[in-house]
Every structure is written in structure tokens, then in C-alpha cells.
């Protein structure tokens, strides 16, 4: 640990999606980070792991089950009993999964982005985007008694659906078309809505005389909302909804290639490439708030024998310096299936490789809340190829395996049948509560520093209210500074003496017509031309003067 | 801390963008110099094709570069006519053009010049570009030009490509060019019946109509859809036909249903098996619905009239009308006659759009639907419902109020002119105070010793061509 | 001198036109200090420092080669020092269609080390990935601690592409890239639908062998 810097602008612990996106941004504007997480991997409760990864991680937290409210807690894993008279399912056995662990990339906090959400946006403006990559949801189901049902969401699906008649795909046409153009203060409220914000969405779409199907498709699904939404809250939602389709694929949603946890990794590479120390498998001990020597507070802890000194301290989720009881946190309930066949069987599945992922919404009766469900298949790199993996999740009520009992029950099965093509047997079963962070709640005002506390993931899709919160905060801690300005592109960059209009001078397939014709030398005053084209990025130039000058020196 | 990243500033950024512009003007004026010396000193070789393909690959517009590409491979195959590396290489070339710009007119032209070309063309790798280009865009609709081109070469299957076709339209419907094939690859799958006329068969058409309707309902304001449904309704332009006859002392009158050039079309006029070549455009137009022989004849009993155009003959017998008149006309078609499963599927969309009229009863283009619909089904029995819902659409889609008005016009004179034909009774017919603003079918007038269109205040007289014809007295 | 050792350059044989254009991410893997950035530096810039420090906001580059007709652009990926307390992220390696993995012949332990990210490429990459081994600063070869023999038979019983190189003096430098450049798979398509990296310009920048057959 010799060379390691002794002073910091912001030392931060743990690589939660939080954590890692106030390292990136600290580091975007000069501050000089450390950041460091316990785990000998990145992303804490954000992270992926394989499968036998997986299986152990959820083992140690149950072995350690404590009341601390920041664990894993409530584990429950179960494989299929496979017998000598079924001894496999579609190919597959424990075994043989086990053997493919590596294929797995598994969530503990699965989420998807709305291609025109906050993320999205956010990597777009920051430039981060280059360093990763995404695959369109290809399928958005929902249910009715029971059945499973594609919800037609973009143009072409409301023209190709079977079971909405021509006037239903007028009047949903029309709906949408109108909630995406309603402007609240807009002067001629006729042409839209005249409704009120806090009015039940639901009436809207009765009084637009939108029928059962369309408002079952548009609140329940597109929406994922209930009875009680309101006007305000579905338009939101709804103008989410159908801004974002189309952007990038023929569902609103993205979901990351090799699972959620390459996010924060994504921006921890933005706070490396712009100069920010990472060390996994650390902690820090003794943290003191010291004053400086210019009567600035600051951060003193023992890092590994040594100690370093830190203007700020960011604390993850997941860090033991966490003050729990000051920092209010709930659960959510999660399962993960191992299936061997896509949920809902060929009548929702015309391919049968069940596509690549699918979003399925259900709302719990009796409750404002639902169950969502993300399946993936091999196309998302998350499993191997014949394999489904099933994510189910909903807001922490009873304990993971009853409230999502029903919802299991009504799509799965746990024994086997042949017959049945619609419930796929689950081969692997993990149930287990995750903490989450309260929406809505302040998290930030009652913060002043130096030192500084992250929220965990919130019970919501996507990762909008953990952009809005790490703003917040970061605002908090650098009100000054710019948020994740966008890092230049790479023909943008001045590399050493590089002079600077010269170069990165692009021709392309022209480049040479000008060479060519400056080495026949036909024609007068070429010089600057010459030197321009030396430069020129398509081509690794030979006489290359730092070369020349690095060996003068030598011979010297 | 490690070394400073070093961005460059907008105005060295601005700088080197234009340093770059310079030198690719320059450069472009050194291949475009070299190019043309190479040319003149018909230098044909590999240099020329390799500047020509620098800077097309660059700018793949310039038609002048591919004709001097196409001119210096032709020199270069001279020798072997065999050979078809150079064709092969040129063919990826125009790829990468395509990349760049893939609706260039000049890469998907040259595209088709190597494969005639070419002794060993691959059609079949053609149509697979093709599909990767609608994939990459489905509207491309030079890509669509050039499918339609290396699928008969190919051999494709007029099934395959329907099925092609119909997979793009449900992906989107926006696509004028998949419609129009649609409409091209249906009269071979699925002719009609009997009727030669008819574009395709009632059962298909019946299936056509529910597609073309669930888009328009689905996106009313895409107007691919629309134009593709007054296909299959047969609203589309008349189809050539003899009008009407009409031999006076002084002139013979003959009229077709749409404007023909005589000469350009190779149409020839057989009055009673003789041919004359003297007939005239009543306007002095090289093109024209009415034309006009001027002579002395005679009025007989009966006169046969018989017209050649594109390997088809249409005739049409014309009777002693009076003493001073030979008169024959044809009641032209308004549109198709539906069998009963078609009519059943009108019925069905009619009735849909009056339920949504229920909902929305000012939406412009369900009213519209509605008429056209009522119109399909029997536009006499519906006429005076259908002008209501005309009336109306003037008001609740202002920005069309002429056209709107146009379309009454059209479809009274249908009436009337049914009426018309209908009596046999040919001196005047009787136009006074319909509101009209353009008189539709004209040609059929002409017939008509007397035509009286009194108190039609917003009447456009241009459109009136039978006032030319002498002995046809108009009234304003 | 150095002038003499500049390399074979890009191919680019005359008269030939690129007809498609192919698009690799590369990572360049292996211990702090063995030249990587430098590597990539020669190959994209044409430059070399002596005292080159990591540069930052800079680990990001493209350079374009041609092979025959085709144009292979490769995006290059520099680890951005987080190789240096063992914390590279995962994701700097995921979908990556090729790799360099470079060690200082001078230095025994970096090239141990370089086996080590062999082994963790084989594991945990892509299956197709093509891996080139790289013996950097053979301009030093008189302080050399690795010999090259050892290297070459370690590089062929695992299927690598190996050549010592100097980002220095040039050489191997575009030799290896070429080298890469001719060995990926240039016609492979992904799965049915194809990855999407959001960008600012709303053209749907697919990831992988985006070519155009």
C-alpha cells in the first residue's frame, strides 16, 4: 500500500449503484476518490453473480441471519428432486445447471429502464453509455383469470392484435395518443383531458368509455397501477410508457446485457478512467471527523496499517459504519426461478424459445401493490441457452415466500407434467428478502458530512428514484459542481503534444488522394498540407517525430 | 495525480472541423482533376476505378463518377468477357456505398447495371440485400424498386413475396411501397373469379378490406392505408373505356373515361371497321378524354364503334337518336359490384363506424369511412345519407371544406348522370341548383344537345369541357 | 534507428475498396506497467512517451485496419488503472470479441500474471474471443527476464496469438492488431435481436459484428 495516495477529496465504501454513481461524478470534476468495497467483487446488493456464487451468498446470509436490517434475510433455497423415473426435465438436471454456473449472471435487485427513463438519460448525457450495452424487453405480459395475454403496446401490435376489435384500437389509439399530448396547462382542455390531477385515472378511462379490455391492458399493465392511481400518477406513467417505446426496441424497456450488476460497474469505470483508486476486498476502521489543518472537518481511518485522510466519506448500504436506526429502511420480497420452459407456454410464446426478456406486471388483490416479473433467456447472457431465469419481486409484506405465493401457484408449478405447456416446473427455487430504501422519504436533508450515507435500492422498475436521490446528495456534498457533465469522445482528447488543430484530421477514403498528390509534388506551397495529413488518425504515421526525439535522447 | 486531460476547445474543435472541410474540398478537386484527365486520355484502368471509388464512396451521388466507373469497367472486360471478378468487386463496392447512403439512386443503379452485366450475376444474394435493407428500413422504397426488379430475375415466388410483404406491413403500415406491392402481387395469388376487371377475388378481397381497415382504425391519420382501401373499393382511376359516341351532320364526338394521347398510346378508332385518323382533342391538347372528327356525315340507323388500346378492343353500338343525331354511351362504373361475403364485411365496418360515431361524432374520418362504406354498398340507396355526412365533414374538418364539397359534387352527378343515361332521352340534362363546384364525368355530357347548370354559384367553369363541343349549349 | 524499425503499417493494398466495415471491442489486459496504454498509443497515435502516465479520461480509443476488403474497426478498451489493486471490473472484458494481454519480458512475475488473465478470459469471456499474447518492451531485451521460447509454447498450447512487441520502437505493434484484425470472425450475426448501446444520436448502435452480411 505504498504508493496509495495518504489524502482524498471523497474516499467511498461500497460499489452499490448509489455509491459508485457519486465516485463517477465526484471523479468527472477533478476530486481525487478512493473506492473501496468489503466484497472481493463490485456491486454489493446491485451485483451478479453465477449461479454456485449465487447459492453461497444467499447461504452465508442465512447462516448470519441477524435482526440487522441491512441483510439478505429470510433465505430459502430448494432444488426439484429429480427420481430415477424423472431424472431430468427438458435435458436439464441439477447437476447439469450446477456445471453451467458460470453462464449465470443472477440479480438480487433485477431491474429494467424505460429507454426514455432517467438512466438512459443519464448515461446518454454522461457519456457512460459506450460501456454498456442493452436488450430490448421483447414481450409485455399481463393477466386475466389466470391467463397470460401479450399487451399490445406499440402501433403495430394494436393493428396485429386479435382479441381487441377495430373500435377498441380507435379508442386506445386515440387515448394514448391524447395522455402523450395533454399538456395540464394547456388552454383548450377539450381536446384532451378536462379532468382533475388527483381524480381516479380509472374514471378517466371510463368516461373516455375506454372498454374493460383497454383499461385492463392500459392501467394494470402499461401503467402498472391499480384502482386508486391517479390521474396524475397514470399520465406519468402512461407518457413514460409510450415516449419510451419505439426508442430502441418494440417495448419501453431495456434490460442490461450480463445483468444489472455491470450498472454501477459502468460507473465506476467513469470515475477510473478519470483518475479514481479502486481496491475491492478492503474495509476501513477507526473513522474519526478530525479538523484539518485549514479548520476543515475531514475524515482520519485506518486503511489496511496505515491511515488516510479523506475530505468526505461516502457510506454504502451495505457498510457497517451505516447508522441503521437513523436511516429508515424496508424490504423487498424476491424469488428466483430456475425453469426449463417459458412462463405461459406456446400461447404467449409463438417462437417458443420464449424470446429474450419478458416483463410480466400482476397486480395483488387487495393491495396497491403487484408482483413483477422479469424472465430472461439465454439472449441476455444471464443463462445458459434452453434455461429461463425468473425474477419475481414486490414491495416486503409477510415474508417473501407468502406474498408471493399466489402468483407462483397461479404460473408455476412444482411438481412436473408433460402435458401442461403453460406452467413451466420450477427445477431451482431461492426466496429471500432484499433491504430497500423508502421512496419518497428525505434522505438527504438531514445530512451535513462529512461523512455521508447512500440509500439502497427502492422498490420501483427502474433506477429513477436512485438517480433523483444520488443527485440529491451529490448536490449536497458539491453543490458547485456539475453532475456527470458528459466525458469528452475520444477525437476530442489531446493526447501528450499532440498539436492540436492538426490533428485527428479525418479524410477517410480521401486521405490519400492528397498525399498521393503532395508526394508527386507537382504542386507549389504543399508543406502544411503534408504535415496535416501526418496527423491524420486513419493512419499510424511512421516517421513519427516523439520517436525521433526519444531516441536523440537515448543516443545522448 | 496522474496527467491532466487535455480537450480541445470549441474553437480549436471548430478549427479542425474546418481544416477538415478544406482538405476534403481540396482533395475532392485533386480526384475529380485526375479523374477526368485519366478519361480523356482513355487511361481505363485500375487507378480510375480506384479514384472513382474514393470519392463515391465519400459522396455516392455523383452520377457522372459512376458513368465513368461503368465506361472504364466495360474497357477493362474488354479482353475476357468471362471473367466476372471485376463485377464481383464492384458489387461489394456499391455495398459500401449503400452503407454510407442507402438511398442513393446512383449505388442501387449501378447495382443493377453490374448484375446485367456481370456473366455470373447471384440474384438470389440480391434479394437476401434486399431483405437486409428493409430490415435496416422498411420504407426504403428504392430498395423496394430494386426488390421488385431482382425478384423476377430470381424466380421468387409471387407467394414468397407476398408473405414478405405482409410481414413488413404488420411491423408497420406506414409503407406506401408494401401496399403498392400488395396490391401488384394479389391479382396473380388470388385473380378474380370472373371478372376480369376486378383486381382480385371476392374471398381475399373480403380478408383485404378487414387488414386495411384495422389500420385505419388503428392509425387514421397514416394515409397508406386509406389509399390502399380506395384500392380494393375500386375508387381508384377509371380504367380505359369507351364513354360515349355521338356523329352529328358536321362532327363526330367520341369520348373515352380517362385522357388519352392518340397518337402516343397507339389507340385506333374503328367507325363501322373503317379507320380514321382525323380526330382532334376537343381542348388542342395532346391529351385528351374527348375528341372530335370534323366533317360532313351521315346519319344512319346504327353505328358500330370499335377502339384498340394495348391488345384490347372495347366497342360500343351507337343508334339513330333523331333525325340529326347518332347517339351511343356506356353508364360508367362507379365503383365494383360486391359479392354478398364482401358486402357482409362492409356491413360489419359500416356498422363499427357508426359505434365509434357514438363515441366521437365529429370524427372527421370515421364520417368519411362511413360514406364510403354506405357508397360501396349501394351508393343510390345511401346517396342522400352520404351527402349528409359530406355536409357535415365541412364543418368539422374546415381545412377540407373543398374537398369535401368537390366529392358532393361528384357523387350528385353520379346520380344524375345515372339518371341520365338511364331515360334514353339525350336533348338536356338538367343540373340547375345542385351546389355544384366541379362537374365530374364531363365526358359523358357530351352527348347532351342541352346542358343546363343554372345557380350553381361556386361552379368552376374549367371544369367544364363540353362547352367546347359546338352544338352542346351550356347554361350557367 | 528507430526510423528503420517502423513496422510493416497498415495494409491497405492498392486498389482495393473496403466493401464492409466491422466493428471489435478490444481490451487490453495484463499487470500495471507493462505498457499497455503505450501499446495502444503506437497503434492509434502513432506516439510514444517515456514517461507516459496513465492518461486521464483517455481509455477509450478507435483505430481502423484494413484486411482485404474489409475495414475492421476497433474499439479499444485501456483498463484505467484498475488492474492495479487486483479491482478490474468484470464488465471491462464482457462482449469483448478480442483481447490483448500483455507482460514486460523483463518482468517474470508479469508474465505469471498474464496467464492468470488468460485463464480468467477462457472462464469467463466471450467463447469466440480472440486472445493475443503480447512481450512488451522488446527494445529491452537485454535485461530480459522471459524467455521467449517459454512464452511462444505457452502462447500455442493455449491457442493464442503471441509476438514480442515494442510500443517504443514500433515494433509488432500494428503487427499484432493485423494480426487480430485477420483472425476474427468478420460474417457472424448475433441472436435474433441485437444489442443495443443507448446514444445520443438515436441511431440504434448494435453491438458485435455489425456487418453488413
Redesign the interface.
Known amino acids: 500500500m505504498n504508493d496509495l495516495p495518504k489524502e482524498f477529496d471523497l474516499c467511498v465504501i461500497g460499489t452499490g449503484f448509489q455509491e459508485s454513481v457519486i465516485a463517477a461524478a465526484a471523479s468527472r470534476v477533478g476530486k481525487s476518490v478512493l473506492h473501496i468495497d468489503q466484497n472481493e467483487f463490485y456491486g454489493g446488493f446491485w451485483s451478479s453473480y453465477n449461479l454456485e456464487n449465487f447459492m453461497n451468498h444467499l447461504e452465508v446470509n442465512k447462516a448470519e441471519e441477524t435482526d440487522k436490517m441491512c441483510k439478505i434475510r429470510n433465505v430459502n433455497q430448494q432444488w426439484y428432486e429429480f427420481t430415477d423415473e424423472i431424472p431430468e426435465i427438458n435435458e436439464w438436471n441439477k447437476e447439469k445447471i450446477i456445471k453451467d454456473s458460470r453462464r449465470f449472471n443472477i440479480d438480487l435487485i433485477p431491474k429494467l429502464n424505460y429507454c426514455n427513463g432517467k438512466l438512459v438519460d443519464l448515461l446518454i448525457s454522461s457519456n457512460i453509455c459506450r460501456y454498456t450495452e442493452f436488450r430490448a424487453v421483447d414481450k409485455v405480459l399481463t393477466a386475466r383469470n389466470g391467463q397470460l395475454d401479450i399487451v399490445p403496446g406499440s402501433r403495430a401490435d394494436i393493428f396485429t392484435k386479435k382479441n381487441v376489435s377495430i373500435v377498441e384500437k380507435r379508442l386506445l389509439m386515440k387515448f394514448i395518443t391524447q395522455c402523450v399530448e395533454y399538456k395540464a396547462d394547456d388552454e383548450k382542455k377539450e381536446e384532451t383531458f378536462d379532468f382533475p390531477d388527483d381524480g381516479k385515472f380509472i374514471d378517466l378511462m371510463r368516461q373516455q368509455k375506454l372498454t374493460d379490455n383497454l383499461i385492463h391492458y392500459i392501467l394494470y399493465s402499461m401503467c402498472m397501477g391499480n384502482d386508486e392511481t391517479t390521474f396524475k400518477e397514470g399520465l406519468d406513467k402512461i407518457r413514460m410508457y409510450l415516449t419510451s417505446i419505439g426508442r430502441y426496441g418494440n417495448t419501453p424497456y431495456l434490460f442490461p446485457m450480463f445483468g444489472c450488476g455491470e450498472i454501477p460497474q459502468c460507473f465506476c469505470r467513469l470515475c477510473a478512467v478519470f483518475g479514481g483508486i479502486y481496491w475491492l476486498g478492503q474495509h476501513v476502521s477507526d473513522v474519526n471527523i478530525i479538523d484539518s489543518d485549514n479548520d476543515e472537518k475531514v475524515v482520519k481511518m485506518k486503511f489496511g496499517d496505515e491511515f488516510i485522510t479523506s475530505k468526505k466519506l461516502v457510506c454504502g448500504l451495505d457498510s457497517n459504519l451505516l447508522d441503521i436506526n437513523a436511516y429508515p429502511t424496508s424490504h423487498i420480497s424476491r424469488a428466483v426461478f430456475i425453469t426449463t420452459k417459458p412462463v405461459g407456454g406456446s400461447s404467449v410464446n409463438s417462437e417458443l424459445d420464449g424470446g429474450g426478456v419478458v416483463l410480466l406486471y400482476h397486480p395483488i388483490e387487495g393491495s396497491s401493490d403487484g408482483v413483477t416479473m422479469i424472465q430472461l433467456s439465454h439472449f441476455t447472457s444471464c443463462i445458459s441457452k434452453g434455461l429461463y431465469l425468473v425474477h419475481l419481486s414486490t414491495p416486503f409484506k409477510k415474508g417473501a415466500q407468502n406474498d408471493l405465493k399466489d402468483f407462483v401457484n397461479t404460473f408455476f408449478r412444482e411438481d412436473y407434467s408433460s402435458d401442461d405447456d403453460t406452467k413451466p416446473t420450477v427445477i431451482y427455487s431461492a426466496y429471500f428478502e432484499v433491504p430497500s430504501s423508502i421512496k419518497g422519504h428525505n434522505y438527504v436533508d438531514s445530512q451535513n458530512g462529512p461523512i455521508f450515507y447512500c440509500c439502497g435500492s427502492f422498490a420501483e422498475l427502474d433506477y429513477d428514484e436512485s438517480i433523483r436521490q444520488s443527485r440529491l446528495l451529490y448536490s449536497k456534498m458539491y453543490p458547485d459542481d456539475d453532475f456527470l457533465p458528459k466525458a469528452p469522445e475520444p477525437e476530442e482528447i489531446i493526447i501528450g503534444d499532440e498539436d492540436e488543430t492538426n490533428s485527428s484530421v479525418n479524410l477517410g477514403a480521401l486521405a490519400d488522394l492528397v498525399i498521393e498528390n503532395d508526394k508527386s509534388g507537382d504542386n507549389e506551397g504543399q508543406e502544411t498540407v503534408n504535415d496535416d495529413i501526418k496527423a491524420e488518425n486513419e493512419h499510424p504515421v511512421d516517421e513519427n517525430k516523439d520517436t525521433e526525439s526519444t531516441n536523440d535522447i537515448e543516443k545522448a | 495525480m496522474h496527467g491532466r486531460l487535455k480537450v480541445r476547445t470549441s474553437a480549436e474543435e471548430a478549427a479542425r472541423k474546418k481544416k477538415e472541410q478544406d482538405l476534403k474540398a481540396k482533395a475532392y478537386r485533386i480526384g475529380m482533376d485526375k479523374i477526368f484527365s485519366l478519361r480523356s486520355s482513355e487511361s481505363f484502368g485500375s487507378e480510375l476505378l480506384e479514384l472513382t471509388g474514393k470519392i463515391l464512396s465519400v459522396n455516392p451521388d455523383l452520377s457522372t463518377l459512376w458513368n465513368i466507373r461503368r465506361e472504364c469497367i466495360l474497357k477493362m472486360t474488354e479482353e475476357n468477357k468471362e471473367d466476372s471478378t471485376l463485377f464481383d468487386r464492384d458489387l461489394g463496392f456499391t455495398e459500401l456505398c449503400l452503407q454510407i447512403q442507402p438511398k442513393s439512386y446512383g449505388a442501387w443503379h449501378h447495382r443493377s447495371w453490374i448484375l446485367e452485366n456481370s456473366p455470373k450475376p447471384d440474384w438470389d444474394k440480391e434479394v437476401n440485400l434486399c431483405k437486409l435493407y428493409l430490415k435496416k428500413d422498411e420504407r426504403n422504397f428504392h430498395c423496394w424498386d430494386y426488390r421488385r426488379y431482382v425478384v423476377k430475375k430470381a424466380n421468387v415466388s409471387a407467394e414468397k413475396e407476398f408473405e414478405f410483404c405482409d410481414d413488413k406491413i404488420q411491423k408497420n403500415f406506414s409503407n406506401y411501397s408494401s401496399w403498392f406491392y400488395r396490391s401488384q402481387l394479389l391479382p396473380i395469388l388470388h385473380p378474380h373469379e370472373s371478372d376480369q376487371s376486378r383486381p382480385i377475388s371476392e374471398e381475399k378481397l373480403k380478408e383485404e378490406l378487414e387488414i386495411v381497415i384495422t389500420a385505419a382504425f388503428t392509425d387514421p391519420n397514416d394515409s397508406s392505408a386509406w389509399f390502399y382501401q380506395r384500392y380494393l373499393l375500386g375508387y381508384s382511376d377509371p380504367k380505359f373505356d369507351i364513354a360515349c359516341f355521338k356523329l352529328i351532320k358536321q362532327h363526330m364526338i367520341i369520348a373515352f373515361t380517362k385522357a388519352v394521347d392518340l397518337n402516343r398510346d397507339k389507340i385506333s378508332i374503328f367507325i363501322d371497321n373503317n379507320c380514321d385518323s382525323q380526330w382532334m382533342a376537343i381542348s388542342g391538347n395532346k391529351s385528351d378524354c374527348i375528341w372530335i372528327n370534323r366533317g360532313d356525315f351521315e346519319i344512319t340507323d346504327e353505328i358500330l364503334i370499335k377502339v384498340t388500346h394495348a391488345d384490347q378492343e372495347y366497342s360500343l353500338t351507337a343508334k339513330k337518336y333523331d333525325k340529326s343525331a347518332v347517339i351511343g354511351c356506356k353508364l360508367p362504373s362507379f365503383g365494383y359490384e360486391f359479392g354478398i361475403a364482401v358486402k357482409e364485411e362492409l356491413k360489419n365496418q359500416l356498422e363499427s363506424c357508426n359505434q365509434l360515431l357514438e363515441f366521437e361524432p365529429d370524427s372527421k374520418f370515421t364520417l368519411l369511412t362511413a360514406a364510403l362504406l354506405m357508397r360501396s354498398l349501394d351508393r343510390f340507396h345511401y346517396h342522400e345519407e352520404t351527402l349528409e355526412y359530406l355536409k357535415k365533414l365541412q364543418t368539422v374538418d374546415p381545412l377540407r371544406y373543398g374537398y369535401y364539397r368537390d366529392l358532393a359534387s361528384k357523387w350528385i352527378l353520379e346520380v344524375k348522370l345515372k339518371e341520365f343515361v338511364e331515360s334514353g332521352k339525350y336533348e338536356k340534362i338538367d343540373l340547375t341548383a345542385l351546389d355544384l363546384t366541379t362537374v365530374y364525368y364531363n365526358q359523358f355530357l357530351v352527348i347532351a344537345n342541352e346542358i343546363d347548370l343554372r345557380e350553381n354559384p361556386a361552379l368552376n367553369k374549367n371544369s367544364c369541357k363540353f362547352s367546347l363541343v359546338e352544338g352542346c349549349n351550356v347554361s350557367f | 534507428?528507430?526510423?528503420n524499425q517502423?513496422?510493416g503499417?497498415?495494409q491497405r493494398p492498392?486498389?482495393a475498396?473496403?466493401?464492409?466495415?466491422c466493428q471489435f471491442k478490444l481490451v487490453l489486459l495484463g499487470e500495471s506497467a507493462v505498457g499497455k496504454s503505450s501499446l495502444v498509443?503506437?497503434?492509434?497515435?502513432?506516439?510514444?512517451?517515456?514517461y507516459q502516465?496513465?492518461?486521464?479520461?483517455?481509455?477509450?480509443?478507435?483505430?481502423?485496419v484494413h484486411i482485404e476488403?474489409t475495414a475492421v474497426k476497433f474499439e479499444i478498451w485501456d483498463t484505467?488503472?484498475?488492474e492495479?489493486?487486483?479491482?478490474l471490473?468484470?464488465?471491462?472484458y464482457?462482449?469483448a470479441q478480442a483481447a490483448i494481454v500483455v507482460y514486460d519480458i523483463q518482468n517474470q512475475d508479469s508474465f505469471v500474471r498474464a496467464q492468470t488473465w488468460v485463464k480468467e478470459l477462457q472462464?469467463?469471456a466471450s467463447p469466440n474471443i480472440v486472445i493475443a499474447l503480447a512481450g512488451n518492451k522488446a527494445d529491452l531485451a537485454a535485461s530480459r527476464a522471459v524467455d521467449y521460447e517459454e512464452a511462444k509454447q505457452y502462447a500455442d498450447e493455449n491457442g493464442l496469438l503471441f509476438m514480442e512487441t515494442s510500443a517504443?520502437?514500433?515494433v509488432n505493434?500494428?503487427e499484432i492488431f493485423l494480426a487480430i484484425a485477420k483472425k476474427l470472425p468478420k460474417n457472424e450475426g448475433t441472436?435474433?435481436?441485437q444489442?443495443?448501446?443507448?446514444?445520443?444520436n438515436?441511431t440504434?448502435r448494435t453491438?458485435g459484428n455489425c456487418c453488413?452480411?
Open positions: 534507428m528507430a526510423n517502423r513496422g503499417g497498415i492498392n486498389g475498396t473496403q466493401n464492409k466495415i498509443l503506437r497503434f492509434v497515435k502513432g506516439q510514444f512517451h517515456e502516465e496513465s492518461t486521464i479520461g483517455a481509455a477509450f480509443l478507435t483505430q481502423t476488403e484505467a488503472g484498475q492495479r489493486y487486483h479491482s471490473a468484470p464488465m471491462y464482457r462482449g472462464r469467463q517504443k520502437t514500433a505493434v500494428n441472436g435474433p435481436q444489442n443495443i448501446r443507448p446514444s445520443g438515436e440504434n453491438s453488413s452480411k
